[in-house]
């Protein structure tokens, strides 16, 4: 950061705080509004110069810049009417003759905005040069006007400075403002001089202009509120007052209204004088909650400088709900004054929240109604994921589930080193049941026996469908001796249970062929991939289970020791 540009936004700062002492410590007069506006010129004058030098892209600097000769150029037309004040000959801002004299500043400004092909303000296209604006053929046109707006200010001055001999405070008033205004002037022309005219020469931008106007600032800012010329006029509260959205009220300690805004008048029928009664509220504002209201201004009466907080519903102009907030004032001694109500028009926050409400209302329902959806897909997921993985006849697994966990256990069990089973049994003359019973009795007898045979497994265990009338049962954890015991077991419950066919009016019975093959020791063989190794299994399992059949079904093969 440049020192110019710390310089720029010092003198801001500076500029500022002034304006904020100006506002909130002085009264404000017309003579202070009208240099308000000399000061708010300053002011944007060095923070513009300062926004320049702070951006990098030369569209922005460049933007700054013309926007910050804008505000130089309105100086012009504001020292002007200053000087009118100063002089008393405010009356010419009403006259048309004004507003052509008012025509060069605004041409100028447009002009300054505009830029037409650069004519004012354009961008060095010289890259070895250090500068980054290029000054255009009528940038001397502007700062002519600007300079004779302020040469005419200055004449002005002196004018009625020499005319007012006898009048020492109309001299004393015309001195103050010719110093500010020359000092404008004075720093003004060198800094024309230095960093326009000899700008190629130093190649260095000072403030000079900026340091002017602090100077010509502090020095009115002290002298405006010094000065008696005119009358000293307050700021019409009651214009402040009625164009505020709030209501406002005042009483005195014997609830007479001092004063009130165009707000509270349009509700009630009361004058500044009135007493404030609230039987004549009540019959104005019926539809109030008013025992409520009541029981809180009786605590008023106990405690007066307690603070108050009510709504009230109106209907003139129009239905509005309000929210009252009442508040004591006091002196300085803390001696009760008088009473403040202030009376804020809630009725688009209501409505807001009534709509609101209704979109909860609404989305808490949509919500329910989602709520219930997901219910319905998770439950409807569940009976297509059981689907999927159930062999729909005998609702125990089906063989492609089988296959898939199949894959995952024993590769669990191959890296834990775990024992398991594979059990493998087929319905002996299963075929002759179809053609004696035909195929629904048949698939009968395949669901009862794939019941039973579930009702005999641990919770571990998985019973599958293989194909057909051919079933798998894995069991894991179980030695090679339990294992088949388990499967002996399972044959003779099979043999035992009676089938009840509904079209003979009997009961039939089945039994079944058995393989078996338990893995319970891996230090016998070599296990690279348990993909291949599951085959191997089912294929010892089935072949155990033909070898069964083959010897005259019944039976129980188990080829855990064929496994090498």
Same mark, same amino acid.
């Given at each position: 950061?440049?020192?110019?540009?710390?310089?720029?936004?010092?003198?801001?700062?500076?500029?500022?705080?002034?304006?904020?002492?100006?506002?909130?410590?002085?009264? #404000?007069?017309?003579?202070?509004?009208?240099?308000?506006?000399?000061?708010?010129?300053?002011?944007?004058?060095?923070?513009? &110069?300062?926004?320049?030098?702070?951006?990098?892209?030369?569209?922005?600097?460049?933007?700054?810049?013309?926007?910050?000769?804008?505000?130089?150029?309105?100086?012009?037309?504001?020292?002007?009417?200053?000087?009118?004040?100063?002089?008393?000959?405010?009356?010419?801002?009403?006259? /048309?003759?004004?507003?052509?004299?008012?025509?060069p500043n605004l041409a100028a400004n447009l002009f300054i905005l505009w830029n037409p092909n650069g004519l004012f303000l354009t961008l060095n296209s010289d890259p070895l040069s250090g500068k980054t604006f290029v000054y255009g053929d009528y940038f001397g046109a502007v700062i002519a006007i600007l300079m004779l707006y302020v040469t005419a200010s200055i004449l002005l001055l002196m004018r009625h400075f020499f005319q007012s001999k006898q009048d020492s405070m109309a001299r004393y008033v015309c001195r103050f403002a010719?110093?500010?205004?020359?000092?404008?002037?004075?720093?003004?022309?060198?800094?024309?001089?230095?960093?326009?005219?000899?700008?190629?020469?130093?190649?260095?931008?000072?403030?000079?202009?900026?340091?002017?106007?602090?100077?010509?600032?502090?020095?009115?800012?002290? *002298?405006?509120?010094?000065?008696?010329?005119?009358?000293?006029?307050?700021?019409?509260?009651?214009?402040?007052? *009625?164009?505020?959205?709030?209501?406002?009220? !005042?009483?005195?300690?014997?609830?007479?209204?001092?004063?009130?805004?165009?707000?509270?008048?349009?509700?009630?029928?009361?004058?500044?004088?009135?007493?404030? $009664?609230?039987?004549?509220?009540?019959?104005?504002?019926?539809?109030?909650?008013?025992?409520?209201?009541?029981?809180?201004?009786?605590?008023?009466? &106990?405690?007066?400088?307690?603070?108050?907080?009510?709504?009230?519903?109106?209907?003139?102009?129009?239905?509005?709900?309000?929210?009252?907030?009442?508040?004591?004032?006091?002196?300085?001694?803390?001696?009760?004054?008088?009473?403040?109500?202030?009376?804020?028009?809630?009725?688009?926050?209501?409505?807001?929240?009534?709509?609101?409400?209704?979109?909860?209302?609404?989305?808490?329902?949509?919500?329910?109604?989602?709520?219930?959806?997901?219910? $319905?897909?998770?439950?409807?997921?569940?009976?297509?994921?059981?689907?999927?993985?159930?062999?729909?006849? /005998?609702?125990?697994?089906?063989?492609?589930?089988?296959? &898939?966990?199949?894959?995952?256990?024993?590769?669990?069990?191959?890296?834990?080193?775990?024992?398991?089973?594979?059990?493998?049994?087929?319905?002996?003359?299963?075929?002759?049941?179809?053609?004696?019973?035909?195929?629904?009795?048949?698939?009968?007898?395949?669901?009862?026996?794939?019941?039973?045979?579930?009702?005999?497994?641990?919770?571990?265990?998985?019973?599958?469908?293989?194909?057909?009338?051919?079933?798998?049962?894995?069991?894991?954890?179980?030695?090679?001796?339990?294992?088949? &015991?388990?499967?002996?077991?399972?044959?003779?419950?099979? $043999?035992?249970?009676?089938?009840?066919?509904?079209?003979?009016?009997?009961?039939?019975?089945? /039994? #079944?062929? !058995?393989?078996?093959?338990? #893995?319970?020791?891996?230090?016998?063989?070599?296990?690279?991939?348990?993909?291949?190794?599951?085959?191997?299994?089912?294929?010892?399992?089935?072949?155990?289970?033909?070898?069964?059949?083959?010897?005259?079904?019944?039976?129980?093969?188990?080829?855990?020791?064929?496994?090498?």
């Open positions: 950061m440049g020192l110019s540009m710390i310089v720029d936004f010092s003198i801001f700062l500076v500029l500022l705080c002034t304006l904020i002492f100006l506002i909130f410590t002085k009264t #404000i007069s017309i003579l202070n509004r009208v240099y308000l506006l000399l000061h708010l010129a300053f002011m944007f004058w060095a923070l513009l &110069q300062f926004a320049a030098g702070t951006t990098a892209l030369s569209e922005y600097r460049f933007l700054f810049i013309k926007l910050s000769y804008v505000a130089l150029s309105t100086l012009g037309i504001g020292s002007l009417i200053f000087s009118l004040y100063i002089i008393n000959r405010n009356s010419f801002l009403k006259r /048309t003759s004004f507003k052509i004299v008012l025509l010719l110093i500010g205004i020359g000092i404008i002037l004075l720093f003004g022309c060198a800094d024309l001089i230095v960093n326009i005219i000899f700008l190629q020469l130093l190649n260095t931008y000072f403030p000079i202009l900026s340091v002017g106007m602090l100077l010509s600032a502090l020095y009115m800012s002290i *002298n405006v509120n010094r000065i008696n010329v005119l009358d000293m006029i307050s700021i019409a509260h009651r214009d402040v007052m *009625n164009t505020l959205s709030v209501g406002i009220m !005042v009483l005195d300690r014997d609830g007479h209204i001092v004063e009130m805004n165009r707000f509270v008048d349009e509700i009630f029928s009361f004058s500044i004088g009135d007493r404030f $009664e609230l039987e004549k509220v009540k019959e104005q504002l019926p539809d109030n909650d008013w025992d409520s209201i009541n029981r809180k201004l009786e605590l008023r009466e &106990q405690d007066p400088l307690m603070k108050l907080e009510f709504q009230w519903l109106t209907t003139k102009p129009q239905q509005r709900y309000l929210l009252v907030q009442s508040f004591p004032i006091l002196d300085k001694y803390t001696k009760l004054m008088g009473y403040m109500y202030t009376l804020q028009d809630l009725t688009e926050v209501n409505r807001l929240a009534d709509s609101l409400k209704r979109q909860n209302l609404l989305l808490q329902q949509r919500n329910r109604e989602l709520i219930k959806t997901q219910e $319905e897909l998770y439950e409807a997921n569940k009976k297509l994921e059981k689907i999927a993985i159930t062999d729909p006849l /005998t609702e125990c697994y089906n063989r492609r589930y089988l296959m &898939q966990f199949l894959e995952v256990e024993l590769a669990k069990n191959i890296e834990e080193s775990l024992p398991f089973t594979i059990i493998i049994f087929d319905l002996d003359y299963f075929k002759l049941i179809n053609d004696a019973y035909g195929h629904l009795n048949g698939d009968t007898v395949l669901v009862h026996t794939a019941r039973k045979v579930n009702s005999l497994l641990d919770s571990q265990d998985r019973l599958a469908r293989y194909g057909g009338e051919e079933f798998i049962i894995y069991v894991p954890t179980l030695s090679a001796i339990e294992a088949h &015991q388990k499967a002996e077991e399972i044959k003779n419950e099979i $043999e035992n249970h009676r089938i009840w066919i509904e079209e003979v009016s009997d009961h039939i019975s089945v /039994t #079944i062929s !058995v393989g078996i093959v338990t #893995i319970d020791d891996y230090t016998q063989f070599k296990v690279n991939d348990p993909k291949v190794f599951l085959q191997e299994v089912m294929n010892l399992a089935d072949t155990a289970l033909y070898e069964a059949k083959y010897k005259g079904r019944n039976l129980i093969v188990n080829r855990s020791s064929a496994i090498s």
